[in-house]
């Protein structure tokens, strides 16, 4: 008798917990598309048009790409099963390299506009130091850019090697498996000390 109330207060909390996943994976993914929606709005006030261009076109397929990656979650834990999940997989892999590159591409237009701004400030620096004035400023702001370029440069390195993931899903380079989860490691702790780091 004892067996059997353990082996069903068992299941029971197991489905407890399974229902809890998804009440919570499900809160966390709309969320995130609301996120997206917001940054679209904000990337359309944007007058840089590269900029304005390649931060919508990765939202809109980061959109895309988390709404097929929700749906091969829900196939996973068996809420729903799908018969194309292979097709559904691809099309989400599709999307998150467009993403990826759309990233890349802005990341590389923000290094050449962040080097543009740090010769400018050098030789304001530089002409104020010639005349015997207060270089203190312009110094402050070089600072400042080189952080700014820091930050974008990790980013970069992150999307080039994010892209290797999906490009070796579709088969588009060949890497081995080891491989790609020792690249999506790195670049998730990357991400990680990145986030903690702007905290600060």
């Known amino acids: 008798m004892n067996g059997i109330v353990s082996t069903q207060l068992h299941e029971h909390t197991v489905k407890y917990l399974a229902t809890s996943v998804v009440i919570v994976s499900t809160v966390m993914r709309i969320g995130r598309q609301i ?60 999307a998150w390299l467009v993403a990826l590159i759309a990233s890349l591409l802005g990341n590389l237009h923000k290094l050449r506009l962040n080097g543009q701004r740090i010769e400018q400030e050098t030789k304001l620096a ?19 850019l080189r952080a700014e370029r820091s930050k974008i440069t990790v980013a970069t390195v992150q999307d080039s090697l994010d892209m290797l993931i999906p490009a070796s899903g579709l088969e588009i380079v060949k890497i081995e498996t080891g491989i790609v989860g020792l690249i ?17």
């Open 35 to 94: 996120e997206f929606a917001r940054t679209i709005q904000k990337a359309a006030l944007l007058k840089d048009d590269v900029a304005r261009i390649t931060l919508t076109v990765k939202q809109v397929f980061l959109a895309i790409w988390l709404m097929h990656d929700s749906c091969q979650w829900a196939n996973t834990a068996g809420v729903v099963k799908f018969d194309n999940i292979k097709e559904i997989s691809r099309r989400g892999q599709k």
């Open 126 to 144: 530089r002409a104020a130091a010639g005349k015997g004035g207060d270089a203190a400023s312009a110094a402050m702001a070089i600072k400042s």
């Open 184 to 200: 999506g490691a790195f670049t998730s702790v990357l991400g990680a000390v990145t986030h903690w780091n702007s905290l600060k």
